[in-house]
């Protein structure tokens, strides 16, 4: 599987972004699928994660409210709309795939929060927010 994000770029605080993941090479359906992001110095965090359906939602707390994780089953895209941004979401954003059976086995309160649950990674978007 092949995951390619783009999106990215530089916005004022405020302002909003939509980031997109286009997924090839397997069997798009069988995944549950993620956003994660990381700044210089830092661990990669958890951002959002979205079940193969699109049924379930999870997000971290810290962008509960502002983004949104969707994706298009047909066109095989995943998203992850970003509003409201600010100077604490620069990162680089990757999106990451998991198997559905492997998602649905974790406790809901943790489902998809784990890096290292993750069987497979984009290269990365950049997203820089200015004060």
């Known amino acids: 599987m092949r995951l390619v994000e783009s999106g990215g770029g530089l916005v004022q605080a405020g302002g909003s972004l939509r980031l997109s993941c286009a997924i090839s090479?397997?069997?798009?359906?069988?995944?549950?699928m993620g956003w994660f992001r990381q700044d210089v110095g830092k661990e990669r965090e958890f951002v959002a994660t979205?079940?193969?359906?699109?049924?379930?939602?999870y997000y971290a707390d810290s962008v509960k409210g502002r983004f949104t994780i969707s994706r298009d089953n047909v066109v095989e895209m995943v998203y992850l709309d970003m509003s409201s941004l600010k100077p604490e979401d620069t990162a680089v954003y990757y999106c990451?795939?998991?198997?559905?059976?492997?998602?649905?086995?974790?406790?809901?309160?943790?489902?998809?929060?784990?890096?290292?649950?993750?069987?497979?990674w984009g290269q990365g978007t950049q997203v820089s927010i200015s004060a």
């Open positions: 090479g397997r069997t798009f359906g069988s995944y549950a």
């Open positions: 990451s795939a998991m198997t559905e059976g492997r998602w649905f086995r974790q406790d809901p309160g943790l489902r998809g929060r784990e890096p290292h649950d993750y069987d497979y």
């Open positions: 979205i079940s193969w359906s699109g049924d379930e939602t």
